[in-house]
């Protein structure tokens, strides 16, 4: 299963590079390690996720606004959120391979494979009693599971131990006791665990001795925190509301591989919300469901999404957790929800000098408010769209096809225009129904090769529909529609081919799938 799933990996990142989606950066120079640029497809395919995020955040909460906030900040804000003085990972090398991994997460991946083995052994018990199996019973009493639980406890408490205290010297020995072996060397030669800074650092100034060090941003938060009096009291806005933001950060990672999964340079989807203090896990609680539930009207299989709630919580949470997404390299992080308690904005106060509270006119008071945050990662989004949506199909007549199954409001291209010859006016007429849908719908006009090669090339880049111009055009007005699923085709009369695509590619449609 896991070659599998490796070969579906392999091809994916492949087509992704023949069909314009995603290329290595500076490829003619060999590349730049974990940056990649996104093509003429992959452009538009990425935007249409953020329209999706977007919308699902400005339009359907009246409570929430947008921001854009500068890349460059103040270098205090960076000391004022932690990041300069704390914003590290555990770093260890296997000797052997010489490859570099997160400390944490070599643990976090052996809890993950002691959680698989409890579900193998419930799946087996399952087949063997059938419908009398007792799911709770059987991981209530089973001796076996109750192994691995206890096992998984003892190593979440001494991770959980080791990050609090940075113990690097106690997280190689649990390394050391969970036998985790390097997955490419298969050796357990590691060197001691360090610390390893994730900023990014600059200078900003026109002469040498007159230059400042700033930093690359992080993470896309702390433009929202330094902004919240602004769009606070240039809004109106009253507690609880949101603001939202699309934006660039930048990480120095350890690891920094798996395609687009563990990018240097990544895209940032953030929603931070302040809420009155003591409210803050009710509203943790509605992020998570309501963000789960825009996750699946996505129809990517509910089965790839679950929560994932987090041990080792960050120093400024009192509650996190990640939805994740089974990837082909298993289910891993693909949003994070956290609660932030008041810690941001009592630290920027604290630094800047500024008095960063709300008056509550409800209450008679002011307060620095709660922030519950909600962030995923546009790459990530990008990749389990791609992943998911990949399908290589053997048809009836014997042949094959390669098609990405994308959402129909995401997809990059939604009409392909094909007259079905160059001649006899087809091209013109094509040229025509093009001009009228150009305007509302990405609309991609093609005339050379066979038909069939066409729909090919159509399939493989997500194309959902593709109207066919012929002969039969000329004489009766009426075109073929072909869709890109099930390969079906219609005789359409040009007239309400407009509003017929429209409608089905309207982002609407899964917006409101979300509200029921």
Excluded at 247 to 255: L, P, T, Y
Excluded at 354 to 374: A, G, H, M, W
Aim: charged fraction near 30%; aromatic fraction near 10%; hydrophobic fraction near 35%.
């Amino acid at each position: 299963m896991a070659i599998q799933e490796d070969n579906l990996f392999k091809n994916v990142i492949s087509h992704a590079k023949e069909y314009g989606f995603i290329f290595p950066s500076s490829e003619i120079y060999d590349g730049l390690s974990a940056v990649y640029d996104y093509g003429q497809n992959g452009a538009e395919l990425k935007n249409n996720i953020k329209e999706y995020w977007w919308k699902f955040m400005t339009l359907l909460h009246d409570n929430i606004v947008g921001i854009d906030a500068a890349i460059f900040m103040h270098p205090t804000t960076w000391k004022a959120s932690g990041h300069v003085d704390a914003f590290n990972d555990p770093m260890v090398d296997n000797k052997d391979s010489k490859k570099r991994y997160r400390a944490d997460v070599l643990i976090e991946d052996a809890i993950a494979k002691m959680e698989d083995k409890i579900q193998k052994e419930v799946e087996k018990a399952a087949k063997r009693f059938g419908d009398s199996f007792d799911r709770e019973m059987f991981l209530n009493t089973n001796p076996r599971v109750a192994e691995y639980k206890q096992k998984i406890d003892e190593t979440n408490s001494r991770l959980k131990s080791t990050m609090g205290t940075s113990d690097m010297a106690g997280m190689k020995k649990l390394i050391e006791d969970l036998e985790i072996a390097d997955p490419i060397s298969g050796t357990k030669n590691w060197t001691d665990v360090r610390q390893f800074n994730l900023m990014f650092s600059t200078e900003m100034g026109s002469l040498a001795d007159e230059t400042n060090k700033i930093y690359l941003r992080p993470e896309t938060a702390q433009g929202i925190f330094v902004n919240f009096l602004n769009v606070q009291k240039t809004g109106r806005m009253k507690i609880p509301f949101g603001i939202a933001q699309i934006g660039k950060a930048f990480r120095n990672e350890i690891v920094a591989r798996q395609f687009i999964f563990r990018m240097r340079e990544f895209e940032q989807m953030e929603m931070q919300f302040f809420v009155k203090p003591g409210e803050e896990m009710k509203w943790y609680e509605f992020w998570k469901e309501k963000r789960m539930k825009w996750h699946k009207a996505l129809a990517l299989g509910d089965e790839n999404y679950r929560y994932h709630n987090h041990l080792n919580l960050a120093h400024y949470a009192n509650a996190a957790c990640d939805i994740q997404f089974n990837f082909p390299m298993g289910f891993k992080e693909l949003e994070g929800i956290h609660s932030r308690t008041d810690f941001d904005l009592k630290s920027h106060e604290k630094y800047s000098g500024k008095r960063l509270q709300y008056f509550d006119s409800e209450d008679n008071q002011s307060y620095i408010p709660y922030v519950v945050e909600t962030s995923v990662g546009l790459d990530r989004m990008f990749l389990s769209i791609l992943t998911k949506s990949y399908t290589e199909e053997k048809l009836q007549d014997g042949s094959e096809r390669v098609v990405l199954r994308i959402p129909v409001p995401l997809a990059p291209v939604k009409v392909a225009i094909l007259p079905l010859v160059k001649k006899d006016g087809l091209p013109e007429k094509a040229t025509e129904i093009m001009n009228e849908l150009k305007y509302d719908l990405r609309c991609f006009y093609e005339e050379k090769d066979a038909i069939g090669k066409r729909y090919r090339r159509q399939d493989a880049i997500g194309t959902p529909y593709c109207v066919t111009i012929d002969h039969q055009t000329l004489s009766d007005d009426t075109v073929t529609i072909r869709d890109r699923d099930t390969m079906k085709q219609e005789r359409v009369k040009i007239g309400d081919v407009k509003s017929q695509l429209i409608e089905a590619c309207s982002i609407n449609n899964i917006l409101r799938n979300i509200e029921r």
